[in-house]
Every structure is written in structure tokens, then in C-alpha cells.
């Protein structure tokens, strides 16, 4: 994705001023009057907020920026989006059965102004599409901090899918977050934490490593490995697909301290032993249309220990993890049949190796630094 590309429309959207209503014929005005309004900040939303009505059909650029922000999820907009002045907020709410975010162009830009970067606004509205994609808004159930911890945790996810790094991740919250609780809102500390925690996820989701660049033409041959019977038993299609799974979050079992399976809003999921809320023990992640992507332990919600991950290209690593990335003694097999077998540090050969062809003869043997051979 290019983030200056979104940055850039964030820009037109949450950073000038009327920007969705300058060119918007008059029509009625609308009263935001509902009993339930999400907001970011947790300060009072006044309950008669005048806008102009239908206003959000004279710019583009909002529907545009939130798609791109849906984008890498998968899901489609269930909501509209209109700029209202002098809200100083940003919140979700629903009007006569439509969904609505609503924003206050000057306050969005004060955020950015403030924080130096364009990462705060994308995270205000990143988290009030947590609200609506959640059903925050529909369940007539009120404020409660809990939903806001979820559209906490949605936020960092999305934004570390955007490109965002964990601390860009984290500005808009750490300037507008209140330090104490109230009835509705998490204290900043909790709010922190749930946004690390959606950023962390996404990360272990899609890792940001490969250790080694063969190309891929092939099916990899059976491992030389100590449990070669649980590497070869890979599961092509798990009991439940991509096509029938529509909830976001647990859908079974526990997924506190337990077993259950939980569902990540890229529709990959997770099914295993949890711990605290999070994954900890046995288990395996589904890429989401049903394969097998990651099939081991995890320690803290990372993988570690013994485990085996599959590559999209068919190449798959068989061995030790330590804070999400091959760590120790491994075997990397590449779809063409050729193999590695040898020492990795933070995700990259480093130590003793030996590379063989896919007919078992031997290629290359060495000692490798930063996935590199040095001797």
C-alpha cells in the first residue's frame, strides 16, 4: 500500500476545514440526537449537533481515504461520513437507522498539528470504524469501556497494516487520552496497551522477514527433521473456510484461558491454547482462505519454540522461534525441492549451514552472519 498516497487524501480529508461540505447544496438540517455516540476522546458530544443534511455527498475524499483504510482488511463501508464544525471530536454514531462518522475537519487538524504527523488523524478515524464494524453502535447496550478497548485494538491492527510504525501508532492517544477512567472510556495506560496489542497482532499475522530468496517452482520434499510426521501432516482445509466464518473475534471456545478459535478482521484466524486473552501454548493460524499458515507453540502471544511456518510461494521453515522469527536450529525447505539446514538468529541464517539440491546433493556448506556466508 502507499502510505504517502493515503496520507495524502487523509491530508484533503481530516486536514482542511469544510472539506466535505464546501461544494454542497443546501438541504434540511440534520439533529444528531441519538442515546449512544462512540467518540474518541470520551469528552461529552452535544446531543443537538446541527449538520448540514446529505452534506457528505458533495466530496468523495472521505469515502475514499476510510476505504483505503478498510482496504487491508478485506471489508467493505457499512457507514457515511460527514464533517460537522465545531464538534472538537470525532465520533460514530447512528441517525434514523444510517450509520454515521462524524468529524470536525479544524479538530483533526489540530491533532495533526499538534503531533507532527498525519499518523494521529488516520488513528482517530481508524478507531471510530472500529465502532461501527463492531456493532458498537447498534447493540443498545451504551458506552462501556470495553468497546472502546476493542476499537483500540482494531486501530492498531489497521494501522500496522497501513504502514505505520507501533509509536505512529500510538500519538493520537498518548496527546487526547485521559489519564483516569470514567464510565465510558478506558484510562489512557489500558487504551495504550490495546492499541500495542492489535499493532502486535497484525505483526505476527504478517511478519516482516523471509531468510532466504529462492525462488519458488516446486513442492518441497519431506523434512529431515526430528518430527518430520507432524511437518507432513499439513492440513489443507480446516474444518471451518474463510466462506463461513463472518464473526470477528472469538467464535469459540475460550479465548481467555482456555482453547478456542478467534478471528482476526483480515479473516485469518487462530485456533489453540490462549492464555490472559492471549495466545499461549499449542496452536495453529489459517491464512484466511482456510490454509495452514503457522502451526506450533507461542509464548505471550509470539511465536516461540518449535513450530513450522508456511510461505504463501509453497517454501516453509521447520524449526526454533524466539519472539515471532526463526531463532536457533531450523530447516528451511524451498518449493523447488532444495533445502537449508542450519542456525538462524532474529530470522536470518547465521552460523553453521549447509544448502542441498532437491536430489540431496550437497550445493553450498558455510558459516553464515546476517543471512550472509562469511566463510
Request: charged share 25%; hydrophobic share 35%; net charge neutral.
Amino acid at each position: 500500500m502507499n502510505v504517502k498516497a493515503v496520507l495524502y487524501v487523509t491530508t484533503l480529508v481530516l486536514g482542511a476545514t469544510g472539506s466535505l461540505s464546501a461544494q454542497a447544496p443546501t438541504r434540511q438540517p440534520m439533529l444528531v440526537s441519538e442515546s449512544f455516540t462512540c467518540n474518541f476522546t470520551g469528552a461529552a458530544v452535544n446531543p443537538q449537533v446541527l449538520c448540514n443534511y446529505m452534506a457528505y455527498t458533495s466530496n468523495g475524499h472521505a469515502e475514499r481515504v476510510v476505504d483505503r483504510i478498510l482496504k487491508p482488511i478485506g471489508l467493505l463501508r457499512n457507514f457515511k461520513i460527514m464533517e460537522c464544525a465545531n464538534t472538537q471530536n470525532c465520533f460514530a454514531t447512528v441517525v434514523k437507522g444510517q450509520r454515521f462518522i462524524i468529524y470536525d475537519g479544524a479538530f483533526m487538524q489540530r491533532i495533526e498539528d499538534a503531533t507532527e504527523t498525519d499518523w494521529s488523524a488516520i488513528s482517530v478515524m481508524a478507531h471510530e470504524i472500529g465502532h461501527h464494524l463492531q456493532g458498537h453502535t447498534i447493540d443498545g447496550k451504551g458506552g462501556q469501556p470495553l468497546k472502546e478497548i476493542e476499537a483500540d485494538k482494531f486501530s492498531g491492527f489497521v494501522l500496522h497494516q497501513l504502514g505505520a510504525s507501533l509509536d505512529e501508532s500510538l500519538v493520537a492517544i498518548k496527546l487526547l487520552g485521559n489519564e483516569h477512567a470514567t464510565s465510558t472510556h478506558p484510562a489512557k495506560p489500558a487504551r495504550i496497551e490495546a492499541i500495542r496489542k492489535g499493532w502486535l497482532e497484525a505483526e505476527e499475522l504478517y511478519p516482516k522477514w523471509k531468510s532466504a530468496n529462492k525462488p519458488a517452482v516446486a513442492t518441497a520434499p519431506k523434512p529431515i527433521a526430528d518430527d518430520e510426521t507432524t511437518v507432513s501432516a499439513r492440513p489443507t482445509t480446516p474444518t471451518r473456510t474463510n466462506t463461513s466464518v463472518r464473526t470477528v473475534g472469538c467464535v469459540s471456545g475460550d479465548c481467555e484461558d482456555g482453547r478456542g478459535v478467534f478471528v482476526y478482521p483480515t479473516r485469518e484466524r487462530y485456533a489453540g491454547e490462549f492464555e490472559e486473552g492471549d495466545k499461549h501454548g499449542e496452536g495453529t493460524e489459517y491464512y484466511a482462505d482456510g490454509k495452514i499458515k503457522y502451526k506450533g507453540n507461542f509464548r505471550d502471544n509470539v511465536r516461540s519454540d518449535y513450530g513450522v511456518y508456511y510461505y504463501r510461494n509453497g517454501d516453509r521453515y521447520a524449526g526454533w522461534f524466539q519472539k515471532n522469527v526463526p531463532n536457533g536450529k531450523g530447516v528451511y525447505y524451498f518449493a523447488d525441492g532444495d533445502r537449508f539446514v542450519g542456525y538462524f538468529k532474529n530470522g536470518q541464517r547465521n552460523g553453521p549451514g549447509m544448502l542441498y539440491n532437491a536430489d540431496g546433493t550437497k550445493e553450498e556448506e558455510g558459516v553464515y552472519e546476517q543471512d550472509q556466508k562469511v566463510r
